[in-house]
């Protein structure tokens, strides 16, 4: 089965407030993860991305948290805006392969 | 702009038709990747193509045929298909090759296929 999976389908969220989104992965030798934004009509492009050795990862308004007690990974969007409504995935790299697995992805809705 | 190609943009397929996917990579990179995406479902992984080589094939159905003639470029040749196979098929492309694990992969826009 999938080892990478998503809790919310569908996030919906004020355009201002905080957004996060989780993941949840299953194979403890993944080392490397990574979130992907999909807008409609586009293809996934990389947002963040965070190696194992580390809990905690920031970018511009953005946070990725890593914790592989309970092998969960979530995406922290700070002041999200109407231009962040999209699908968000999450992938995972094991151990060394540069293959990675996805998610099922979660759609995040901005309302103005 | 993400540096990956995809041509067409949208294809309209009868079953009996043949027709070609284009991916074009201009990073430099050395792994090739085609991905089916079909709503609700996660990313499928296709094919995997390293340094022009076949690394992975994940059981995709033989109507189905890739071709890498060079590290740039990228073909799915399609054939025979049927109407389930309607999705959008992404083309990627990353370094490949980690050794230390952990590669970003740059997608192409996708083509809208549908199989009528």
């Known amino acids: 089965g999938e080892s990478v999976g998503l809790h919310l389908p569908t996030l919906s969220v004020q355009e201002g407030d905080n957004s996060i989104i989780n993941c949840a992965y299953s194979?403890?030798?993944?080392?490397?993860f990574i979130w992907y934004k999909q807008e409609s009509g586009k293809g996934p492009q990389f947002i963040i991305d965070?190696?194992?050795?580390?809990d905690k990862r920031q970018g511009q308004r953005v946070t990725v948290l890593l914790n592989k007690t309970v092998k969960h990974l979530s995406l922290q969007i700070a002041a999200t805006q109407p231009g962040d409504s999209a699908v968000y995935f999450c992938?995972?790299?094991?151990?060394?392969?540069?293959?990675?697995?996805f998610g099922r992805g979660t759609s995040l809705i901005v309302h103005p | 702009e993400t540096g990956v190609t995809q041509t067409p943009r949208h294809l309209v397929m009868g079953m009996t038709n043949k027709k070609s996917l284009k991916c074009e990579q201009h990073?430099?990179?050395?792994?090739m990747y085609w991905y089916k995406q079909s709503a609700k479902k996660p990313l499928e992984l296709m094919f995997v193509?390293?340094?022009?080589?076949?690394?992975e094939n994940n059981s995709v159905p033989s109507r189905f045929s890739p071709e890498c003639p060079n590290s740039s470029h990228l073909f799915l040749h399609l054939h025979t298909l049927q109407p389930e196979d309607s999705a959008l098929y992404l083309c990627?492309?990353?370094?490949?090759?980690?050794?230390?694990?952990?590669?970003?992969?740059?997608f192409g826009p996708g083509t809208r296929l549908t199989v009528l």
């Open positions: 965070i190696r194992s050795n580390m």
């Open positions: 990627a492309s990353s370094q490949g090759g980690g050794g230390t694990g952990g590669d970003t992969q740059y």
């Open positions: 992938a995972e790299n094991i151990g060394g392969s540069y293959i990675p697995t």
């Open positions: 193509y390293s340094l022009e080589e076949r690394v």
């Open positions: 990073l430099g990179h050395n792994a």
């Open positions: 194979n403890s030798a993944s080392d490397y």
